[in-house]
């Protein structure tokens, strides 16, 4: 693993180092029993709450769950919570496939569920997979249960496997001033923290600085106290007064001055990737020390509500609570965590209570779920199976969207026995003259680009560049353009990368993906120079891959950047990911035996991350060493037997070798285990037609059913037509050309069907 830690190319160190907006504040962590005696209340409000109960180590207080030699079935299987003396233990299955004792260190989180942690000799915390439901008994809960229950030892979320790795998944948000201390050399950690649960500093800041100050106004009441009294944050609300204007419905901003409470809860309440441990996401940019997750498929559904866990922010940021500068504590107490005034009051707080009343707005029970704001505009999803969150981006329910764009709705989601369609007709005899509804929206561009359609490219362009989007919406716009080249696509790019907000900007960088090197170096070089790490560095990242195209004064140009870009990936080499982008680089800068040693690594430490079995595939390929990429991508395919993306690269291979047997069988795992991936059935069909044309048009028709995408359907059309001298491929042809002609122009089919006539 050594070899690993040596990168053996002229850059300089990084860049984000020596940035003065990244500085770390001088003062120390000094706990948080020092902020008892000034401030009795706010200790008072902590004590018990989620911050305070984030995590613990394991005794009588903290552990909830049933330790008193209680046996739990799964999947025919015996496992055992039980009590050494003080100590906790399981005895539960472990990856060799055998059961052990293990000894439980810590605790995390407490309601509706808490789970438990495994601290190994190598420094890993590892979550057990069974969880304690922490609900009375009347709601299902005082039981154990399994909180993944299909995994196996394969799967990232394994228990003993990266996904549920405390030191990299979860001590930076449930620790206070937490150091992860990974040692790459010997793959080993030595985590540490100030405080083990999420104390007054992780929010304040360092405090040594506050107390000294406040120590020296005891003493000297007149002296001059600096701006936040020693503490280098605002962590105050950014609307001091709200007022009413004629003809709204809720009272607005006199004047919003930006503070720092957002960018300090978002650290933990969003989905995001670390960059470092130095980066000041405070003062500075947020994508200074973290990498937002933007508005992506696998979080979010197209109209921008929660699929995945998104722990808020992302959410927030699409609202227009974030336009007029509500911040969490108008709604939430930032030390007990609970609301600030009853549930159907918070709303009222500037929403005129008349306005939204049930006779007026809801139009259902006064006083009931139905009526309450939070059931239509922040509906709740639940995860972890027993933990609902509710979503933070208040969207106006659009059941008129929801046909067709197969997003939720809040109306039939209650209303399980009507359609969307019932839904929208209703909303429209209620609100007739609503402003929301039939408006344009830019879930319809995500849906079609989800989908494959041909309007796709334009529709995300012009929301790209609508100023009246909130600004991650129009980044994952940009970031969803992945592939595109049109007219309005460069149009786009060229505005965004000018761009004042960052999320816009690192929007560009995958937007741009559908470029060649030199013409995607004109439209990213400007940002190699962002002050935002985050932009640059993924910027760097991205044209790295035409270094051989480049001249001496771009690669200078690209240089520090690309530390910058190194850097993080050092940071992250903990993980699979970090050390196939490390061998990216290094393969792309010609150094390729290091490239080759960091995919190694990757797979050492994470065997089950496709993208290293991929990319050394791809490379020794390069290297003409086809026998060595084929080993490869078989070593990952018993590595990880769910993959889909390895058997479709190993078929895509075995098809340059033409061994065609072999090829379509791979491409039919690879298609049947992505189940909805339009393109692994498209290309499994265009392998079937020399040996079955129909099944080949069927393979391809599941692809057009998947995607929408009329050219799956064309495909389809033009194999049997191909074929059609062939027993009975003449009536599939029939029924191909006729559905191909409700969805393309008559021409098109005419002129397929003279071209196989001819044939």
Same mark, same amino acid.
């Given at each position: 693993?050594?070899?690993?830690?040596?990168?053996?190319?002229?850059?300089?160190?990084?860049?984000?180092?020596?940035?003065?907006? $990244?500085?770390?504040?001088?003062?120390?962590?000094?706990?948080?029993?020092?902020?008892?005696?000034?401030?009795?209340?706010?200790?008072?409000?902590?004590?018990?709450?989620?911050?305070?109960?984030?995590?613990?180590?394991?005794?009588?207080?903290?552990?909830?769950?049933?330790?008193?030699?209680?046996?739990?079935?799964?999947?025919?299987?015996?496992?055992?919570?039980?009590?050494?003396?003080?100590?906790?233990?399981?005895?539960?299955?472990?990856?060799?496939?055998?059961?052990?004792?293990?000894?439980?260190?810590?605790?995390?989180?407490?309601?509706?569920?808490?789970?438990?942690?495994?601290?190994?000799?190598?420094?890993?915390?590892?979550?057990?997979?069974?969880?304690?439901?922490?609900?009375?008994?009347?709601?299902?809960?005082?039981?154990?249960?399994?909180?993944?229950?299909?995994?196996?030892?394969?799967?990232?979320?394994?228990?003993?496997?990266?996904?549920?790795?405390?030191?990299?998944?979860?001590?930076?948000?449930?620790?206070?001033?937490?150091?992860?201390?990974?040692?790459?050399?010997?793959?080993?950690?030595?985590?540490?923290?100030?405080?083990?649960?999420?104390?007054?500093?992780?929010?304040?800041?360092?405090?040594?600085?506050?107390?000294?100050?406040?120590?020296?106004?005891?003493?000297?009441?007149?002296?001059?106290?600096?701006?936040?009294?020693?503490?280098?944050?605002?962590?105050?609300?950014?609307?001091?007064?709200?007022?009413?204007?004629?003809?709204?419905?809720?009272?607005?901003?006199?004047?919003?001055?930006?503070?720092?409470?957002?960018?300090?809860?978002?650290?933990?309440?969003?989905?995001?990737?670390?960059?470092?441990?130095?980066?000041?996401?405070?003062?500075?940019?947020?994508?200074?020390?973290?990498?937002?997750?933007?508005?992506?498929?696998?979080?979010?559904?197209?109209?921008?509500?929660?699929?995945?866990?998104?722990?808020?922010?992302?959410?927030?940021?699409?609202?227009?609570?974030?336009?007029?500068?509500? !911040?969490?504590?108008?709604?939430?107490?930032?030390?007990?965590?609970?609301?600030?005034?009853?549930?159907?009051?918070?709303?009222?707080?500037?929403?005129?209570?008349?306005?939204?009343?049930?006779?007026?707005?809801?139009?259902?029970?006064?006083?009931?779920?139905?009526?309450?704001?939070?059931?239509?505009? $922040?509906?709740?999803?639940?995860? $972890?199976?027993?933990?609902?969150?509710?979503?933070?981006?208040?969207?106006?329910?659009?059941?008129?969207?929801?046909?067709?764009?197969?997003?939720?709705?809040?109306?039939?989601?209650?209303?399980?026995?009507?359609?969307?369609?019932?839904?929208?007709?209703?909303?429209?005899?209620?609100?007739?003259?609503?402003?929301?509804?039939?408006?344009?929206?830019?879930?319809?561009?995500?849906?079609?680009?989800?989908?494959?359609?041909?309007?796709?490219?334009?529709?995300?362009?012009?929301?790209?560049?609508?100023?009246?989007?909130?600004?991650? #919406?129009?980044?994952?716009?940009?970031?969803?353009?992945?592939?595109?080249?049109?007219?309005?696509?460069?149009?786009?790019?060229?505005?965004?990368?000018?761009?004042?907000?960052?999320?816009?900007?690192?929007?560009?960088?995958?937007?741009?993906?559908?470029?060649?090197?030199?013409?995607?170096?004109?439209?990213?070089?400007?940002?190699?120079?962002?002050?935002?790490?985050?932009?640059?560095?993924?910027?760097?990242?991205?044209?790295?891959?035409?270094?051989?195209?480049?001249?001496?004064?771009?690669?200078?140009?690209?240089?520090?950047?690309?530390?910058?870009?190194?850097?993080?990936?050092?940071?992250?080499?903990?993980?699979?990911?970090?050390? !196939?982008?490390?061998?990216?680089?290094?393969?792309? #800068?010609?150094? !390729?035996?290091?490239?080759?040693?960091?995919?190694?690594?990757?797979?050492?430490?994470?065997?089950?991350?496709?993208?290293?079995?991929?990319?050394?595939?791809?490379?020794?390929?390069?290297?003409?060493?086809?026998?060595?990429?084929?080993?490869?991508?078989?070593?990952?395919?018993?590595?990880?037997?769910?993959?889909?993306?390895?058997?479709?690269? $190993?078929?895509?291979?075995?098809?340059?070798?033409?061994?065609?047997?072999?090829?379509?069988?791979?491409?039919?795992?690879?298609?049947?285990?992505?189940?909805?991936?339009?393109?692994?059935?498209?290309?499994?069909?265009?392998?079937?037609?020399?040996?079955?044309?129909?099944?080949?048009?069927?393979?391809?028709?599941?692809?057009?059913?998947?995607?929408?995408?009329?050219?799956?359907?064309?495909?389809?059309?033009?194999?049997?037509?191909?074929?059609?001298?062939?027993?009975?491929?003449?009536?599939?042809?029939?029924?191909?050309?006729?559905?191909?002609?409700?969805?393309?122009?008559?021409?098109?089919?005419?002129?397929?069907?003279?071209?196989?006539?001819?044939?």
């Amino acid at each position: 693993m050594g070899i690993l830690l040596a990168t053996g190319i002229a850059l300089s160190p990084p860049a984000f180092a020596q940035s003065p907006a $990244m500085v770390e504040n001088q003062a120390e962590y000094v706990g948080s029993e020092a902020c008892i005696d000034c401030h009795q209340q706010a200790w008072q409000a902590w004590q018990g709450s989620h911050h305070d109960m984030a995590m613990k180590h394991a005794n009588d207080e903290s552990v909830l769950g049933n330790f008193n030699n209680a046996v739990v079935d799964h999947q025919g299987k015996r496992n055992r919570f039980f009590r050494k003396d003080k100590e906790f233990w399981v005895n539960i299955e472990g990856p060799d496939g055998q059961f052990h004792d293990y000894q439980i260190n810590y605790t995390f989180a407490f309601e509706p569920l808490q789970q438990y942690m495994v601290e190994f000799d190598d420094g890993r915390v590892q979550l057990i997979p069974f969880a304690w439901d922490s609900r009375e008994k009347a709601q299902g809960g005082q039981r154990w249960f399994h909180l993944y229950p299909d995994t196996t030892p394969t799967d990232e979320f394994y228990w003993t496997n990266t996904g549920q790795n405390w030191n990299f998944m979860c001590a930076d948000c449930h620790s206070t001033n937490l150091k992860k201390n990974y040692e790459p050399a010997t793959n080993t950690y030595s985590t540490s923290w100030s405080e083990i649960n999420v104390g007054c500093e992780a929010c304040h800041g360092a405090a040594s600085e506050h107390i000294k100050l406040a120590q020296t106004a005891e003493k000297k009441p007149n002296i001059a106290i600096p701006s936040h009294f020693g503490f280098d944050r605002d962590l105050s609300k950014s609307v001091k007064e709200w007022v009413y204007q004629q003809g709204s419905k809720t009272l607005q901003p006199k004047t919003i001055k930006a503070t720092n409470q957002l960018q300090t809860c978002a650290q933990c309440h969003s989905r995001r990737t670390q960059l470092n441990e130095t980066g000041d996401h405070i003062n500075g940019s947020f994508f200074d020390r973290y990498r937002l997750n933007l508005i992506s498929p696998e979080l979010y559904h197209s109209d921008g509500q929660i699929y995945d866990e998104d722990y808020v922010y992302g959410s927030f940021l699409q609202s227009a609570m974030a336009e007029k500068g509500v !911040t969490c504590t108008n709604c939430h107490d930032p030390h007990s965590a609970k609301l600030v005034i009853p549930e159907e009051a918070v709303c009222s707080q500037c929403h005129s209570a008349a306005e939204y009343s049930a006779e007026k707005h809801t139009f259902h029970l006064p006083n009931s779920e139905a009526s309450k704001c939070t059931t239509c505009h $922040m509906p709740e999803t639940t995860y $972890m199976q027993v933990d609902p969150r509710r979503d933070h981006s208040w969207h106006v329910p659009r059941a008129d969207l929801s046909q067709h764009t197969q997003t939720p709705n809040v109306c039939t989601q209650c209303h399980d026995d009507k359609t969307d369609q019932w839904a929208d007709e209703q909303i429209g005899r209620w609100f007739p003259n609503s402003a929301h509804r039939n408006q344009q929206h830019f879930s319809v561009a995500f849906y079609a680009d989800s989908i494959g359609h041909q309007a796709a490219p334009d529709a995300l362009a012009y929301v790209a560049q609508d100023a009246s989007i909130s600004s991650i #919406i129009r980044a994952s716009s940009l970031e969803r353009m992945s592939g595109n080249n049109n007219k309005n696509t460069l149009v786009a790019l060229g505005r965004a990368v000018k761009h004042d907000n960052e999320m816009i900007r690192l929007g560009t960088i995958a937007g741009s993906s559908g470029y060649n090197g030199i013409d995607r170096w004109r439209i990213l070089s400007l940002l190699l120079g962002d002050p935002v790490l985050s932009v640059r560095a993924e910027a760097a990242g991205a044209l790295v891959r035409y270094w051989r195209e480049l001249n001496p004064a771009q690669k200078q140009t690209l240089k520090t950047p690309l530390d910058d870009y190194i850097a993080i990936q050092e940071f992250n080499s903990d993980r699979g990911f970090g050390r !196939t982008n490390l061998g990216n680089v290094y393969r792309d #800068i010609g150094q !390729t035996q290091k490239a080759i040693n960091y995919y190694l690594g990757a797979i050492e430490i994470e065997p089950y991350f496709e993208n290293s079995y991929i990319n050394l595939a791809d490379l020794y390929r390069a290297q003409g060493d086809e026998r060595q990429a084929l080993t490869t991508l078989k070593q990952g395919i018993d590595a990880q037997p769910q993959s889909s993306v390895l058997p479709y690269s $190993m078929g895509l291979a075995l098809l340059r070798k033409k061994d065609y047997v072999e090829a379509r069988r791979y491409l039919r795992q690879a298609a049947e285990q992505a189940s909805s991936d339009s393109q692994y059935w498209y290309v499994y069909g265009l392998s079937l037609e020399p040996v079955d044309v129909l099944a080949a048009g069927q393979a391809m028709n599941k692809a057009y059913r998947l995607s929408g995408n009329p050219q799956h359907l064309y495909a389809q059309c033009e194999v049997l037509a191909r074929n059609v001298q062939q027993g009975d491929i003449a009536k599939a042809t029939e029924q191909c050309f006729s559905a191909l002609s409700s969805v393309v122009p008559s021409g098109v089919v005419e002129q397929l069907k003279a071209k196989s006539q001819r044939q």
